[in-house]
């Protein structure tokens, strides 16, 4: 197969990684809707089906989905940036080794190149990710007196923060944001691409030709080994976006001390199932609406 120009194959991946994350938000928004819960508020509920039930008691089934819009912005915005930024990162990687273009990677390098690529993305990330954890804890920091009123819609959270906190506000937990996505798309990438090979060597084909339930299987487990790295990380970085509803919150570290101090190691861990339950068909979607729709281009692009 012809390699496309790469301002084309920028292009593709873009497209492909914006598919996945709007395949990754539909199947998996309600467990997210529970962790952010969870994180924020550890001590409120007795454990992940409590969170679900009471949440679904409390505002129905709109509740599990609040914070779809600003979840699809930042899942859409994160993976296509994410996407496109691992072709680069590739390439990068592939010139530090002294490799021609377009040779294959060891899946070592491609974790390598995941990792690089997850600091371009946090970027784009922190803004709609900080909009969809207020969305989604509003009720919790309404009825507990941290707020005077709630707001219901993805507009007016935007204009509170830019009223509060100017745009400088959107971009509360971005070193946290950062701290946790180097490390977590080390093993996100690492994981998936070590599985995609397993499954290669044992059906005896190529990584692209293993179909769609082992490219499910790979996306979960490289899910799971991010957030078991990540979890505590993305805890602290909730509990700043969340709270600093309130006020200026504290930084990543002195946020991590006071939550271990105040509430236990155990606090930063709440909202652990419903991630780990979520993992699987969330990032099993993301992967395969990425290589399937990336596949796809790549063909029409061929012919």
């Given at each position: 197969?012809?390699?496309?120009?790469?301002?084309?194959?920028?292009?593709?991946?873009?497209?492909?990684?914006?598919?996945?994350?709007?395949?990754?938000?539909?199947?998996?928004?309600?467990?997210?809707?529970?962790?952010?819960?969870?994180?924020?508020?550890?001590?409120?509920?007795?454990?992940?089906?409590?969170?679900?039930?009471?949440?679904?008691?409390?505002?129905?089934?709109?509740?599990?989905?609040?914070?779809?819009?600003?979840?699809?912005?930042?899942?859409?915005?994160?993976?296509?940036?994410?996407?496109?930024?691992?072709?680069?990162?590739?390439?990068?990687?592939?010139?530090?080794?002294?490799?021609?273009?377009?040779?294959?990677?060891?899946?070592?390098?491609?974790?390598?190149?995941?990792?690089?690529?997850?600091?371009?993305?946090?970027?784009?990330?922190?803004?709609?990710?900080?909009?969809?954890?207020?969305?989604?804890?509003?009720?919790?920091?309404?009825?507990?007196?941290?707020?005077?009123?709630?707001?219901?819609?993805?507009?007016?959270?935007?204009?509170?923060?830019?009223?509060?906190?100017?745009?400088?506000?959107?971009?509360?937990?971005?070193?946290?944001?950062?701290?946790?996505?180097?490390?977590?798309?080390?093993?996100?990438?690492?994981?998936?691409?070590?599985?995609?090979?397993?499954f290669a060597q044992h059906m005896h084909c190529s990584k692209d030709d293993?179909?769609?339930?082992?490219?499910?299987?790979?996306?979960?487990?490289?899910?799971?080994?991010?957030?078991?790295?990540?979890?505590?990380?993305?805890?602290?970085?909730?509990?700043?976006?969340?709270?600093s509803m309130t006020g200026r919150q504290a930084g990543f570290f002195k946020?991590?001390?006071?939550?271990?101090?105040?509430?236990?190691?155990?606090?930063?861990?709440?909202?652990?199932?419903?991630?780990?339950?979520?993992?699987?068909?969330?990032?099993?979607?993301?992967?395969?609406?990425?290589?399937?729709?990336?596949?796809?281009?790549?063909?029409?692009?061929?012919?």
């Amino acid at each position: 197969m012809m390699s496309p120009h790469p301002a084309v194959q920028a292009v593709i991946d873009l497209s492909a990684g914006a598919i996945g994350g709007a395949a990754c938000v539909f199947s998996g928004q309600p467990l997210d809707t529970a962790k952010v819960k969870m994180q924020t508020f550890p001590s409120l509920y007795r454990g992940f089906v409590d969170c679900f039930v009471s949440t679904y008691r409390q505002v129905g089934l709109r509740g599990l989905y609040q914070g779809t819009t600003p979840a699809l912005m930042a899942n859409i915005a994160e993976n296509s940036v994410l996407f496109m930024s691992y072709g680069f990162c590739q390439e990068t990687v592939r010139v530090l080794a002294g490799l021609q273009s377009g040779a294959p990677l060891s899946d070592m390098q491609k974790a390598c190149a995941g990792s690089v690529a997850s600091v371009f993305s946090s970027l784009v990330l922190c803004p709609t990710e900080l909009v969809k954890c207020r969305l989604q804890a509003m009720h919790e920091m309404a009825a507990s007196g941290k707020i005077a009123s709630s707001q219901k819609t993805v507009w007016s959270v935007v204009k509170t923060v830019m009223h509060k906190e100017g745009p400088a506000g959107f971009f509360q937990g971005l070193t946290t944001t950062i701290a946790r996505e180097v490390p977590g798309y080390f093993c996100f990438f690492g994981a998936y691409e070590f599985c995609r090979s397993l499954f290669a060597q044992h059906m005896h084909c190529s990584k692209d030709d293993i179909g769609v339930v082992p490219i499910v299987l790979s996306g979960g487990v490289g899910g799971a080994c991010l957030w078991l790295m990540v979890y505590p990380m993305d805890c602290v970085k909730s509990r700043i976006q969340v709270m600093s509803m309130t006020g200026r919150q504290a930084g990543f570290f002195k946020t991590l001390l006071t939550i271990s101090r105040t509430e236990g190691v155990r606090a930063l861990y709440s909202g652990l199932t419903p991630t780990m339950i979520r993992t699987f068909p969330a990032n099993g979607a993301l992967f395969l609406g990425y290589e399937a729709s990336r596949k796809i281009m790549m063909e029409q692009f061929d012919s």
